[in-house]
T-cell receptor, first 110, second 114 residues
Framework: DAMVIQNPRYQVTQFGKPVTLSCSQT?????MYWYQQKSSQAPKLLFH???????NEADTPDNFQSRRPNTSFCFLDIRSPGLGDAAMYLC?????????FGPGTRLTVL | AQSVTQPDIHITVSEGASLELRCNYS??????LFWYVQSPGQGLQLLLK????DTLVQGIKGFEAEFKRSQSSFNLRKPSVHWSDAAEYFC????????????WGAGTKLIIKP
């Protein structure tokens, strides 16, 4: 089945220790998104790529970076995680009109 | 201003009862509207979408939604809920002005009473 895959599903890191979350897709969609979602809140868009064209939301902290080496893969790098970065991180892909989400990575910061 | 409002933070419904979750939007043009469902600890699953045409939209898992332009609403309904429907439900609007990004409602948590 065509899908959006996120690894790992659960990630524990220490305060200030860099972490990378990964997303892959078999849908061959040209748009990919990274969202942060905190408990009982709507997802908050961090970045999106249209093909390799990178778009950073204005209020995304500098601590967050992203890479998209090819159509299928996208990575979220958190350079120095703080306690406030503990959240669910969701990857999504789209053809522009409809977004399809992966299962998410739950990040815990100790 | 473009916005989506889900007025109910929580809704409690008995198993087997009917359900309606409310969603109101503000948008200057014809809206593209979505309902997503999120089970605890999971990603978001698309239930249904409205782009144009028939204002009553059928989705997965027995859900439907009705687009009412006069009321700026896109309410989600199900005639008989099951315990497995307990989840968070998000209404969203596609903003063509903001590079095709989704504008999200705050979500409604559905609790099912046995």
């Amino acid at each position: 089945d065509a899908m959006v895959i996120q690894n790992p599903r659960y990630q524990v890191t220490q305060f200030g220790k860099p972490v990378t979350l990964s997303c892959s897709q078999t849908l061959n969609h040209n748009v990919m998104y990274w969202y942060q979602q905190k408990s009982s809140q709507a997802p908050k868009l961090l970045f999106h790529y249209y093909d390799k064209d990178f778009n950073n939301e204005a209020d995304t902290p500098d601590n967050f970076q992203s890479r998209r080496p090819n159509t299928s893969f996208c990575f979220l790098d958190i350079r120095s995680p703080g306690l406030g970065d503990a959240a669910m991180y969701l990857c999504a892909t789209s053809t522009r009109l409809v977004q399809f989400f992966g299962p998410g990575t739950r990040l815990t910061v100790l | 201003a473009q916005s989506v409002t889900q007025p109910d933070i929580h809704i409690t419904v008995s198993e087997g009862a009917s359900l309606e979750l409310r969603c109101n939007y503000s948008y200057g043009a014809t809206p593209y509207l979505f309902w997503y469902v999120q089970s605890p600890g999971q990603g978001l699953q698309l239930l249904l979408k409205y782009f144009s045409g028939d204002t009553l939209v059928q989705g997965i898992k027995g859900f439907e939604a009705e687009f009412k332009r006069s009321q700026s609403s896109f309410n989600l309904r199900k005639p008989s809920v099951h315990w497995s429907d307990a989840a968070e439900y998000f209404c969203a609007l596609l903003s063509m002005d903001s590079n095709y990004q989704l504008i999200w409602g705050a979500g409604t948590k559905l609790i099912i009473k046995p």
